[in-house]
């Protein structure tokens, strides 16, 4: 099983639609988690971390988390076609001596068309 | 503010040359990653430096992999003698004060042939 599992996609939505994107973790250490965006061929880019349960909003990002169900959500309203890429789901365990590491899961490609 | 740069953003080698890949790092920040993508899976970390010391080396896959950081200011990931599953893209990050926002750089991509 590994450990950050995403919706494989792609995942295609209508723009000014919402886009969901989600993403389950195994480990129950994972204490905070990370939505990055990267465009084709350009680096990760963070758009939003959350730590507690329950939302948190940016923008037009919307994060939700769920530790009782190790459920993490990624909420894009107004989807606009710049809004395209693959987004990226990353937990992170502070304890020990691995507390910088970054677990990614594998991506979620969504297109937002016309 | 300069971001995190990586160098050479390309590098085709041959089975058994060495590759030393660059990343200088936000100016100022103590904490740098290495990260590595290989065809079809998701990013892993390889290790992370506190300034100049190896904070947490779990994620290098073997030690054909060495990971220098001089001064605490630039790094260097060499791989040496280079295979073809080290083919990627090797990206570096840094953070200051918030461990744990990492800023990425634009990645090398390595072809081993």
């Known amino acids: 099983q590994k450990e950050v599992e995403q919706n494989s996609g792609p995942l295609s939505v209508p723009e000014g639609a919402i886009a969901s994107l989600n993403c389950t973790y195994s480990d129950r250490g994972s204490q905070s988690f990370f939505w990055y965006r990267q465009y084709s061929g350009k680096s990760p880019e963070l758009i939003m971390f959350?730590?507690?349960?329950g939302d948190k909003e940016d923008g037009r990002f919307t994060a939700q988390l769920n530790k009782a169900s190790q459920y993490v959500s990624l909420l894009i309203r107004d989807s606009q076609p710049s809004d395209s890429a693959t987004y990226l789901c990353a937990g992170i365990n502070a304890g020990g001596t691995s507390y910088g590491k970054l677990t990614f899961g594998q991506g979620t490609i969504l297109t937002v068309h016309p | 503010e300069a971001g995190v740069t990586q160098f050479p953003s390309h590098s085709v080698i041959e089975k058994g040359q060495t590759v030393t890949l660059r990343c200088d790092p936000i100016s100022g920040h103590d904490n740098l990653y290495w990260y590595r993508r290989v065809m079809g899976k998701e990013i892993k970390f390889l290790l992370h430096f506190v300034k100049e010391s190896k904070q947490d080396e779990s994620g290098m896959p073997n030690n054909r992999f060495l990971a220098e950081r001089t001064g605490g200011t630039y790094s260097t990931l060499k791989v040496q003698p280079a295979e073809l599953e080290d083919s990627g893209v090797y990206f570096c990050a840094s953070s200051q004060y918030r461990l744990y926002e990492q800023y990425f750089g634009p990645g090398t991509r390595l072809t081993v042939t």
């Open positions: 959350i730590y507690s349960n």
